[in-house]
């Protein structure tokens, strides 16, 4: 799909957006339903520490909350021109897996690896989060589900911006919604910030458990974050470990 609108008219469009959503964060109006409270919730090990549930969604297009399958989010999203990095992209970057995993982790953005191949975290980010799965989890990549805050890749590997967010947000919030995963782990600052609603620095956010909408939430550190500080790996694997418990995974020793 072409684009349509001019230059001016998509900065005009990206700063009323922005505007927009920085209201409705303030009131407290972005996410999608609670879920139903489930008879026997998995005991908490450690505390949990409580986000503000919403009840609507004032981005999600009418039919999003029609559809019933992961698929059809899919086929909804289109050929996505929401935002301006609709132009940069190679192509969307939806997210892999099993779609009733146990377990998501949800990432920033498609790097240029991912935009290329359409696939979340196949770079060297990718590789290594794969190698936590399976090498340090005993899972199979495929059991999981891996997904982005955004689906296109923001030019130069940029920040997503928060027009970006807010056209990208509701999509993954109808992924989770119909997953209906027992864990979350949200990998780097956006991520977090997104889905948890806070402004905190992910270094104070992590290794402590949140309820997101009734799922257990596990912020961590971004494995490229982790390229570039590898000492980090331990406080990572530490969260991980947290994760695996609740999961009832077990856990190696080292």
């Not at 700063?15 to 998995?42: C, I, N, S």
């Not at 109808?174 to 997104?194: N, Y």
Request: hydrophobic residues 40%.
């Amino acid at each position: 799909m072409g684009d349509v609108t001019s230059q001016g008219d998509r900065a005009a469009l990206a700063a009323a957006v922005r505007a927009r959503v920085e209201y409705d964060r303030e009131l407290g109006v972005l996410g999608y339903p609670k879920r139903p409270p489930v008879a026997t919730p998995t005991p908490a090990p450690e505390p949990v520490q409580a986000t503000v549930a919403t009840e609507t969604d004032l981005f999600t297009a009418p039919g999003l909350q029609r559809v019933h399958s992961l698929a059809a989010v899919r086929t909804e999203l289109g050929d996505c021109t929401r935002c301006k990095l609709a132009g940069h992209r190679t192509q969307i970057v939806f997210g892999v897996g099993n779609p009733k995993a146990r377990l998501v982790f949800v990432g920033e953005a498609p790097g240029r690896d991912e935009d290329l191949q359409g696939e979340p975290f196949v770079g060297r980010a990718g590789q290594l989060l794969t190698e936590i799965i399976t090498k340090g989890m005993k899972l199979k990549r495929e059991d999981v589900y891996i997904c982005n805050v955004i689906k296109c890749r923001p030019p130069e590997n940029r920040n997503p911006e928060p027009d970006e967010v807010a056209s990208c947000e509701p999509f993954l919030l109808r992924q989770l919604e119909l997953i209906g995963p027992e864990v979350i782990v949200a990998l780097g600052k956006f991520a977090v910030q997104t889905l948890l609603r806070e402004k905190a620095p992910i270094t104070k956010l992590r290794g402590r458990w949140y309820d997101y909408h009734g799922i257990r939430l596990m912020p961590t550190f971004h494995p490229a974050y982790l390229l570039r500080n590898p000492a980090e790996k331990r406080v990572v694997w530490e969260d991980i470990q947290k994760v695996m418990r609740v999961l009832g995974l077990p856990i190696p020793t080292r």
